[in-house]
């Protein structure tokens, strides 16, 4: 089984900055994508920024110039640096991978239970 935990959310005032940690753990074989989506309250979940295991990354829009994602292989962990946050950027924030748990497995999805993060004065 894979096992994903998220930590570093909280309260932060507008203009602030957190960072959020993912730790992925368990029968991994290899992680290809790793990433991080958020849910606001009443919205549907979207993505933030995704990770491939090379380096590339993609940012959606709304967060380009201010979150940074960032991965370490050897730690099995993804990071989200947030600078400049807003009130929009509050939600709850989920770690996602794409990893296989054995040579000839398929690659399937997984999703961590999520960490809140709340920008607000």
């Known amino acids: 089984q894979v096992q994903l935990v998220e930590s570093g959310g909280g309260l932060v005032q507008p203009g602030g900055s957190l960072r959020l940690s993912c730790v992925a753990s368990?029968?991994?074989?290899?992680?290809?994508?790793m990433g991080w989506y958020r849910q606001a309250p009443g919205k549907e979940r979207e993505l933030v920024a995704t990770i491939l295991s090379g380096g590339s990354t993609n940012y959606a829009d709304s967060v380009k110039g201010r979150f940074t994602i960032s991965r370490d292989n050897a730690k099995n962990t993804v990071y989200l640096q947030m600078n400049s946050l807003k009130p929009e950027d509050t939600a709850v924030y989920y770690c996602?991978?794409?990893?296989?748990?054995?040579?000839?497995?398929?690659?399937?999805?997984?999703w961590g239970k999520g960490t809140l993060v709340t920008v607000s004065s």
């Open positions: 996602n991978i794409e990893a296989r748990l054995g040579y000839s497995d398929g690659y399937g999805d997984y």
């Open positions: 368990g029968s991994i074989f290899s992680i290809n994508r």
